[in-house]
């Protein structure tokens, strides 16, 4: 319902370089991606808060992105940022930071970020009104061998 579009698949993409981009640029191809079609674009599990691209800059720029995107097609459009952070308490800054910029979609990496992070996580967005993506990173080298690890089925 967020996104308003009914009868077909949703069509969607992860920025790619995942690493590398500053945040204008990554910003620029969200932009082109969701300009050119796309229903909604994706940070990788890579794309937190490196030196060339800080989180809040890309947060910025993405909904910049998003909402001109919007403006111009006249579709709703959306980008799964990711709020991963190295602690619950900076990954629900970055969320509370989406949520004021208006970005209805937020991404956690729940096996980084850790099972009471995702639930926390979790009962924010469903009180505050965002879709949560969660991230299954790092699951194929746990999940790899037959007989190593655990099994997501």
Partial sequence: DKLNKYGRPLLGCTI?????LSAKNYGRAVYECLRGGLDFTKDDENVNSQPFMRWRDRFLFC???LYKAQAETGEIKGHYLNATAGTCEDMMKRAIFARELGVPIVMHDYLTGGFTANTTLAHYCRDN?????IHRAMHAVIDRQKNHGMHFR
Avoid: C, V
């Fill in 63 to 65: 909904a910049e992105a």
């Fill in 16 to 20: 790619k370089p995942k690493l590398g």
């Fill in 129 to 133: 009104g965002l879709l949560l993506h």
